[in-house]
């Protein structure tokens, strides 16, 4: 189970940091990500971080503004948002993936399809007034 939370209404130009916390004790095993879903729009890819957070990937649109991170010992990933834009308003969700890498050498690189994780939170609303 995830739940996500830090959503919440700013201006252009502000920043935002969102959290997800996992229950149970397997987060470690997980890549996780977050999609953010604007509305009448499909689900997207933002960032996503692999089991251990040694490496990060972003979408293009968010990349040099928005920073993920994780702290596997809270079970929590983060998603720092700066230099926030009018068009980053969007419901946020955190995903993960199971990576039968997890623990060694090698890691599962977070895929960019929503279809390929196995659980999500609730989302948490960010709406970015102009």
């Known amino acids: 189970q995830l739940v996500e939370s830090g959503g919440g209404l700013v201006q252009t130009g502000d920043s935002l940091k969102l959290s997800c916390v996992g229950s149970?004790?397997?987060?470690?095993?997980?890549?996780m990500a977050w999609f953010r879903q604007a509305s009448g729009n499909d689900r997207n890819f933002v960032a996503g971080?692999?089991?251990?957070?040694?490496?990060?990937f972003y979408d293009d649109s968010v990349k040099g503004r928005f920073t993920i991170s994780r702290d596997n010992a809270k079970s929590t990933v983060y998603l720092e948002m700066n230099s926030l834009k009018p068009e980053d308003t969007a419901i946020y969700y955190c995903?993960?993936?199971?990576?039968?890498?997890?623990?060694?050498?090698?890691?599962?690189?977070?895929?960019?399809?929503?279809?390929?994780?196995?659980?999500w939170g609730q989302g948490t609303q960010v709406t970015v007034s102009s």
């Open positions: 971080i692999t089991w251990s957070g040694s490496h990060t």
């Open positions: 995903a993960a993936t199971f990576d039968t890498y997890a623990g060694g050498s090698y890691y599962y690189t977070p895929p960019r399809q929503k279809r390929k994780y196995d659980s």
């Open positions: 149970g004790e397997t987060f470690s095993s997980y890549a």
